[in-house]
């Protein structure tokens, strides 16, 4: 790429900064003001003016105008210059551009201790006007990084509820499964031990035992004489039958 080709390339992408950046200048002499807005004008910014503080205040509140920049004399009538840079910048975060015939270095200072990007002697050339575009792609950037920085404070809140939500369900669930476990639990552990005596198994319990041999031995009943608990259960005699004669 030659140096002509650069040169233009240069300028073509420059002339598309300027392209989307409105500026409303502020000034009372309509001489200044023509100039300034023809310069811009002629630089490819759209350009609005307003004559007083009053009516530029306005303007500003106006969102729907798309004003990107300000660019104000500090000498006003219906207010000092240093009083309508307080008021602009209470009311938006616009960058904001002095111009003055006043050389003095206290004007100066003061116009930039009040917020002011930059400071303008009068009269103003175009070399002046060429580069304040980047006072506007600069605070553009800065919007664009507080929204993704609010993005991620909300993603990561969003996030953060999520855990929580869930931590709280995983809590309600073991605390469910704690008391069902408590009053199940005790009812049948309750009803276990709280079986009826009468229920006992009798070939484990002598006492029942000696109680159903009781019950089941008659008077014709043998027992062992040891002792032992065992029995036979009585049996009928067997009549003999004799031989029948021959």
């Known amino acids: 790429m030659n140096s002509d080709e650069a040169s233009s390339s240069s300028a073509t992408h420059t002339e598309s900064c300027y392209r ?3 500026i409303l200048i502020v000034d009372f002499d309509p001489i200044c003001q023509r100039v300034a807005s023809g310069m811009l004008r002629a630089l490819t910014y759209e350009v609005l003016t307003a004559h007083r503080a009053m009516e530029a205040l306005e303007m500003i509140r106006d969102k729907d105008l798309g004003i990107d920049m300000v660019l104000m004399e500090l000498h006003i009538p219906d207010m000092y210059g240093l009083d309508l ?3 602009i910048k209470r009311i938006s975060d616009l960058p904001v551009l002095v111009m003055s015939f006043d050389r003095s270095e206290n004007a100066m200072l003061s116009s930039l201790e009040k ?3 930059f400071y303008f002697t009068k ?7 060429s580069d304040i575009w980047q ?9 664009q990084r507080q929204r993704l920085e609010a993005e991620k404070k909300e993603v990561a809140a969003l996030h953060e509820s999520s855990l929580n939500e869930e931590e709280e369900m995983h809590e309600d669930e073991g605390s469910f499964v704690s008391d069902w476990n408590n009053s199940y639990g005790d009812d049948q552990s309750t009803e276990v031990t709280a079986k009826d005596p009468a229920e006992e198994d009798t070939l484990t319990s002598p006492l029942h035992k000696k109680a159903r041999l009781d019950d089941v031995r008659s008077p014709g009943s043998v027992t062992a004489g040891d002792g032992s608990g065992l029995f036979l259960i009585p049996i009928e005699e067997e009549k003999l039958i004799s031989p029948s004669s021959p």
């Open 20 to 22: 989307d950046i409105c």
């Open 115 to 117: 917020g002011a990007y």
């Open 85 to 87: 840079l307080d008021e």
């Open 135 to 143: 006072y506007v792609h600069t605070r553009r950037h800065q919007q």
């Open 123 to 129: 009269p103003l050339y175009m070399e002046d006007m």
